[in-house]
């Protein structure tokens, strides 16, 4: 059209204070700008990080992500999957319950499906996972640098991937260290604070002479901590403490603060989300992707003075 037409037409959107429809022009060029996002992670603990991260990667306005809790429920997750690629998602990104691995959505959906923390049963789909093994040789490295010799593990349930993967971890890194396990096994429970504490009371009737606890998670370090502390043991010139998930709300909260492996969740999303990103435009990966931990350091395995 005219320039002076364009810029009536303008001039009239403006006085009406009229916006384009996103999603009819989103429709024109193929896209809708919409993202589903399916976890059963029922309290957010994880999901919610995920998601953080990739909202930062979609960026402020770009994309709108639909969030949809499945409670673990395999129809509820399947409706969902209808109702969100009834509203013409662009993609699908499916966070796990847990670390282990699911039941893919299958092949034949008409968008690209990215898997973030627990892995596809289907190796041509694409996984982002935390690499478990690597956190739990992380902690110990840790804890050997802060001089420790004598590192017990006590994690949470064994069916957990995440359990196996960190102990596996734990134990390789001691073996290569040339050190013991303390207390001879690792320790398999739940992901309770109650666990921590029992395990531990027993833990020091066993390996009185232990000088370092890898917690399986922050909430099984609470419990540890809380048992040390009945028995009047200094954390950490006494026995040091280190735990997993880098949860604050716990790990800050603790006295001394948490020691803990940071699982990197909002990064797991970002590196999603531009994983999606990229299938959308064509490059479609397969297998699974695998992103290291860290370490974050506080006084439950570092003197303050």
């Not at 319950?97 to 596809?120: A, E, H, I, Q």
């Not at 901590?225 to 997993?244: K, S, T």
Request: glycine letters at 10%; hydrophobic letters at 40%; aromatic letters at 4%.
């Amino acid at each position: 059209m005219k320039a002076e037409t364009r810029d009536r037409v303008l001039r009239a959107a403006e006085r009406l204070s009229f916006f384009p429809n996103a999603l009819a022009k989103g429709l024109l060029a193929g896209r809708t700008g919409t993202v589903g996002l399916l976890t059963s992670d029922l309290e957010g603990r994880f999901s919610i990080p995920i998601l953080m991260g990739a909202e930062d990667a979609f960026g402020a306005g770009k994309m709108s992500v639909f969030l949809c809790d499945a409670r673990g429920d395999a129809i509820r997750e399947q409706h969902h999957v209808q109702a969100l690629l009834s509203r013409r998602v662009d993609g699908l990104i499916v966070v796990g319950s847990s670390t282990n691995p699911r039941t893919s959505l299958g092949s034949d959906l008409p968008v690209p499906v990215v898997y973030v923390y627990g892995p596809s049963e289907d190796p041509a789909d694409l996984s982002i996972i935390t690499d478990n093994v690597d956190a739990g040789r992380q902690a110990v490295d840790h804890l050997i640098a802060t001089g420790r010799r004598r590192i017990a593990h006590i994690s949470g349930d064994v069916s957990y991937s995440a359990a196996r993967d960190r102990a596996e971890g734990v134990t390789t890194a001691l073996t290569e260290a040339g050190l013991p396990l303390s207390g001879e096994r690792v320790m398999f429970g739940s992901w309770s604070e109650s666990w921590g504490r029992g395990a531990t009371r027993l833990l020091l009737e066993r390996a009185p002479d232990t000088d370092a606890i890898v917690a399986g998670s922050d909430q099984i370090a609470r419990g540890v901590m809380d048992a040390l502390h009945e028995r009047r043991v200094d954390i950490p010139e006494d026995i040091a403490v280190i735990g997993f998930d880098n949860w604050a709300v716990l790990a800050t909260n603790s006295r001394p603060q948490l020691t803990s492996v940071d699982l990197r969740l909002e990064e797991l999303g970002r590196l999603a989300a531009q994983r999606l990103f990229e299938a959308m435009d064509g490059d479609v990966r397969h297998g699974v992707e695998s992103l290291r931990s860290r370490v974050v350091t506080r006084g439950s395995t570092t003197p303050s003075h």
